[in-house]
């Protein structure tokens, strides 16, 4: 952040630059949270599973400045998380279902983002902008995005989505099934938006 602050500073590079690169740093650093907390709640609840007994990941969609790779120095983050397919954990000591686990780790990785600290915080959460905003659950499943999209979707809310789309990738392992996931949302949000 320094170096982009100075970058910044001696005007070395344009403004539309410098918010890219902001917003890289926020995605790095967010996925790098995320991946982290994920093995950690993988070791106390154990791996979420879908029936055919693949993990599943946490997605996060970067929404209004982030989403648009527009974020400033000043920004909060708009996130909306979610899950591929549902299930429950296997290796834990008790079984907890997806949402549940994706939830718990959810608001653990808020924290770790948001919470100040004596050396100040990470970003400024904001999860107003997912379905229902705060009345809303924290974390959705990718069929109630669907669900969410197709019949409650606004056209802002589309626009916001998909602006920028799905930038938090899943590890190697993974990838295949959030990929399909992935594309089947797009179409649905593209769809309405057409």
């Not at 055919?52 to 708009?78: V, W």
Request: proline share 3%; glycine share 8%; hydrophobic share 40%.
């Amino acid at each position: 952040m320094v170096r982009i602050a100075w970058a910044q500073t001696l005007a070395l590079v344009t403004e539309e630059s410098i918010l890219q690169q902001l917003s890289y740093l926020a995605e790095t650093l967010i996925v790098a949270a995320r991946d982290w907390l994920y093995d950690a709640c993988c070791r106390e609840w154990g791996t979420p599973c879908n029936a055919q007994g693949e993990a599943q990941p946490l997605l996060i969609l970067g929404m209004g400045k982030l989403g648009g790779g527009e974020l400033n120095f000043s920004s909060d983050i708009d996130l909306i998380f979610a899950w591929p397919e549902h299930g429950c954990t296997q290796g834990g000591r008790r079984e907890l279902d997806n949402a549940q686990f994706f939830t718990r780790m959810g608001q653990r990785l808020i924290k770790v983002l948001d919470q100040p600290t004596q050396d100040g915080f990470v970003y400024r959460v904001d999860m107003r902008l997912r379905p229902f905003g705060e009345s809303g659950p924290l974390v959705l499943s990718f069929a109630a995005l669907e669900d969410y999209y197709q019949e409650q979707g606004r056209d802002w809310s589309v626009t916001r989505w998909s602006r920028r789309g799905l930038w938090a990738i899943a590890k190697a392992s993974m990838l295949t099934s959030c990929v399909r996931c992935c594309a089947r949302l797009f179409s649905v949000v593209t769809s309405i938006s057409a």
